[in-house]
C-alpha cells in the first residue's frame, strides 16, 4: 500500500489539509477560509472553535478526495500561524476568550512599560526576541488581566495556554496531549532559547503560571497518535514548525548563510545561521529554525507585518480590484509608481524598524495617480519591506546574500519578484513546489516515521521554477523615495 504524509498548515485566514506522497507531490489539497474578527482598531481575533472544525473538516475532504485508505496515512506534520495565543479549559477543552492573533497590537502598552522598566535587552538575552506586542506572553497576560475569573483559574491550575499547533495536537489526542515544539515555544516571549526550557523569570514578570504552558518537544518525533475520533484510526503525529521555520525547512536552507523569503498575509525572512545562536545588532530576532534529534539550528528573522495583506486591503476595503490576482495586470499597466509610495504599516511597522505605533500611509499623490499607480505601488511596497529586512540580515551575518529562495501566494507574480531582484541586487529563486510551508512540516514529520531515510535524500526535490536577476540598475532614486516615506510615517508617531 502506498504511503502518505498528511500536513496540517492551519494559517493566519485559512486551514489546510494537504497530502504529499514520497515524491514531494501534492496528491490532494483542501482549504476553508474562516472568520477574522475586528473587536477595535489594532485588535484582531480568531474563534479557537472555528479554527479546530475548519481544520477538521479539511483533514476529512482532504483524504476522502484522494480516496485513500486511512491506513495508508503515514504520519501528521503541522504548521501553523505563530505567536497566536489561546487560553483554554484542561478539563472541558472550552477556551476561556477568542484567540488573540500575531498582527493583533493590545498589549503594546504592556511592551511599552516592560521596555520602561529596562528589561528590553534582558528578554532579548534570553529569548532573542525584540520585545514586542507580536509576541505570545503579554498576550497571554492580557488574557489572565481582562477576562474575569481567568487569572484565579490559571493560579489553581485550570487553564492551558497553547499556539495554534498546541490547540490542535490537544483536540486532535481528545485532549491527552498538552505540547508544542521549541520553534513555537520560541516565539512567545517566555522561552529561553539556550537552555530549551521555559524560562521562570520570564513567566514572574509577565505573571503567567507554570501550569498553563504546554510540554516542548523536538520538531520532528513521534508525539503520540490522533484519537481516532476524527479518521477513524490512530496517526502518528510526528512533526511541528511554526510556519516560517517550517518553510525553511522546507526551502532546504539547511546550511549557514541561506535565506528564504515567504511572501503571505505577512512577509517572513528567515537565514540559518547554524547550531549557535547569534543575538541581532540590526533589529531582528534570533529564533530557533528547528531541532531533529539533539542538534538545534537557529535562525535571524525579520517579520514584515503586512505583506499580501495591502492586496487584501486594495480588494476588501477600496475595492479596487476584484481579485488578488488582478492586481499584477494593473500595476503592468504603468511603468512605474508616478512617485507614489505607500507605506502599509497598518499593524505598526515589523523588523528593522519595530515602530508599534506607525500607521499606514500613502505619499506623492498627484491629479494624475490612479488605479494602476496604486496597484503598483502596493506591490513595490512588499519588495521595499523584504529589502529593509536583508540589509539588515546582511548587516548581522557579516556577508553578502546572493541568493533569496522565495515562496508564498505573491510569488506567482513575475512584476514582483522582479523588482525584488532588481532592488536586492541578489538572484531570486521560485522553486517548483509551490507548498513549501506545508512540506517542511511533511519532510520533518516523514523523517521521524522513517518515511523519508535522511535530510540529503528529500533535498533532491527542491528544484527551480524560474530564476529572477537584476535588470534594471536604476533603482537608487527609487529606494531614496521609499526611505524618506519610512521616515515620515516615523515623524507621524512623534507627538
Known sequence: MEKYIL????????????????DGDIVSLAQKEFNQIYPH?????????????????????????????????????????????????????????????WQ?????DICDKLKAEGQASFIQDRTGLIVDAYFSGTKITWILNNVPGARTRAEKGELAFGTVDSWLIWNLTGGKLHITDVTNASRTMLFNIHTLEWDKDLLSLLEIPFSMLPAVKSSSEVYGLTSGSL??????????????????????????GMVKNTYGTGCFMLMNIGTKPTRSKNNLITTIAWQIGKEVHYALE???????????????????IDTASEIEQYAAKVTDTGGVYMVPAFAGLGAPHWNQEARGSIFGITRGTNKNHFCRAALESIAYQTMDVLTA?????GLEIRQLRVDGGATSNNLLLQFQADILKTEVLRPNITEITAIGAAYLAGLAVGYWDNIEAIEKQWQVNRSFRCESKDTEEKIRGWQKAVKAVKAWTQP
Open 302 to 320: 525579520g517579520s514584515i507585518f503586512i505583506a499580501g495583506a495591502v492586496v487584501q486591503w486594495l480588494r476588501d476595503e477600496l475595492k479596487m
Open 41 to 101: 482598531p489594532g485588535w484582531v481575533e480568531h474563534d479557537p472553535m472555528e479554527i479546530w472544525s475548519s481544520q477538521a473538516s479539511v483533514i476529512t475532504e482532504a483524504v476522502l478526495q484522494k480516496g485513500i485508505d486511512r491506513e495508508a496515512l503515514a504520519a501528521i506534520g503541522i504548521t501553523n500561524q505563530r505567536e497566536t495565543t489561546i487560553v483554554w479549559d484542561k478539563a472541558t477543552g472550552i477556551p476561556v476568550y477568542n484567540a488573540i492573533v
Open 104 to 108: 493583533d497590537r493590545r498589549t503594546a
Open 7 to 22: 500536513t496540517l498548515d492551519q494559517g493566519t485566514t485559512s486551514s489546510r489539509a494537504i497530502l504529499f506522497n514520497h
Open 393 to 397: 540580515m546582511q548587516h548581522d551575518a
Open 231 to 256: 479518521l477513524g484510526t490512530q496517526v502518528p503525529i510526528a512533526g511541528i514548525a511554526g510556519d516560517q521555520q517550517s518553510a525553511l525547512f522546507g526551502h532546504m536552507c539547511n546550511k549557514p
